[in-house]
């Protein structure tokens, strides 16, 4: 098992930016994966963005295209998500997750272990 714990949510102004953290402990393996997730009230968890935990690939979802990085340091056992021209609907609780497996996953299910979550908020 891998214990996730996020950091660096907060409320900032629409165009504003955010950086999260992600850091891993416990089992972690080289042929995993690390995604960020969020969800808002009312609605189902999104995939935001997914790394590979050795290889550096990288995957997107549409609401993160040209906005977000995802990034890792493999030295830290943690991966970051930095956000930039953030909108309202961007607000939501974000999650980090840990794929036990080498290719990126966009569904939820996909995923074995999750962090607490942090919440960020976007005011227009």
């Known amino acids: 098992q891998v214990q996730l714990v996020e950091s660096g949510g907060g409320s900032v102004q629409a165009g504003g930016s955010l950086r999260l953290s992600c850091a891993a402990s416990?089992?972690?393996?080289?042929?995993?994966?690390m995604g960020w997730f969020r969800q808002a009230p009312g609605k189902e968890r999104e995939f935001v963005a997914g790394?590979?935990?050795?290889?550096?690939?990288?995957y997107y979802g549409d609401s993160a295209k040209g906005r977000f990085t995802i990034s890792r340091d493999s030295a830290k056992n943690t991966v970051y998500l930095q956000m930039n021209s953030l909108k309202p609907e961007d607000t939501a609780v974000y999650y980090c997750?840990?794929?036990?497996?080498?290719?990126?996953?966009?569904?939820?299910?996909?995923?074995?272990?999750w962090g607490q979550g942090t919440q960020v908020t976007v005011s227009s």
């Open positions: 416990g089992r972690t393996f080289s042929s995993i994966t």
């Open positions: 997750a840990v794929r036990l497996a080498r290719n990126i996953g966009t569904s939820p299910y996909e995923y074995h272990d």
């Open positions: 790394i590979s935990w050795s290889g550096g690939s990288t």
